[in-house]
């Protein structure tokens, strides 16, 4: 075996027991935050789920375990790549410590590009984590735009490609094949794992139905915890919603609008049945099985007899219209994420160590509900 094909297999060898401690690492981390910041939404609810949910709990905890090694450890190994790549193109001797450091700089820097795009795009995601104090993050927020974040990830990638081809190239040049083969398979599998990742599949077209009159198109445009007094067009001043008010000018504005129970999913059932929580019977946002089944006409039911076919997208916040069977021709929601599994898998949320923090700590969600 040649002399940079033994580099490269030993460097890699040692790299992913590196890679594996920094995983093991911040696997032992998050388990300790997760007991330390186990609380309760209420009253007696840290024993209620010990009592009900013990077994799920432990298998909860596994899971979270399990996952954030197994990440974290594939993160770390993307640094210990660069670096064996780096050692071939140095011819330098293999080094622990600088492998350590390397791979916790290469899962911070991917951790951070991720949490950048999440605060772009979802930044509710990360909302409940932060107790729903998202000052902190106005200044990298404004610094984020959809094209800067393309802009860095095609940098990214193109100097990881050079870098990449780099290694190859001297590999190749010294008939280092089996050091060069085990590079871009280990390449290749990331390329796989990260289009398989990041895969965003087109929806089938809906077909068309032909009807002998124009009906008009219905669209209902549905924002959790929106102001409506910061609106533009609704009186407020600044300019901060140009799309829904040119919406607003081509139909009609209803000024005056009450919810007749304040909870997300009965005032959900209200607007789409024109019933009342007495009729439709949801009246908390948490409902046995029984009460998800409906027994009112629903619009979206009212309008597939006119001849319409109907839809709706949501992301979490929508999560509650997945409980539910208005009769969607087409769904696009997150499954139902208001259930006490779904919570318990979540992972911290809160750190209530103040009085002041425990009293921002959502009332809907289980803090570090993962032991």
Known sequence: MRPLDALV??????GAEVALLVGGISAIVLVLKSILDFTRTGPEMAEEVLAHYRLYLAYSLGRLVLFAFLITAALAFVGILGYVIGLVLADAPYDAGAAVVLGIIAVFLLVARQFARTLLLSPGVIAASSLYSMTHFYPLWHLLTPGRLRALDRASVALAALWLVAGATMLARADAWVGLGALAS???????MVRWATRKPDPE???????????????????????????FGAGYRRE????????????TQFTDCYVPCARTAPSLITMLTGTWPHRH???DTFVTPEQTRLHVPTLPQILNQAGYRSGIVGDWAASDAEKFNFGFDHRDL???QWNIKFLLR????CSPRTPSARRSCPKSIISAASL
Request: hydrophobic share 40%.
């Open 205 to 231: 077209a809906a077909p068309v139905r032909r009807r002998a009159h124009s009906s008009p198109n219905i669209v209902l445009i549905g924002s959790d915890t929106l102001r409506a007094d910061r609106l």
């Open 240 to 251: 901060l919603t140009p799309n829904l008010a040119r919406l607003a000018k081509r139909g």
């Open 281 to 283: 019977g949801v009246r």
């Open 9 to 14: 297999l030993t460097s890699l060898a040692h």
């Open 334 to 336: 997150p499954p139902d």
């Open 346 to 349: 979540q992972g911290p949320n």
């Open 186 to 192: 280990i390449a290749a599998v990331y390329v796989v």
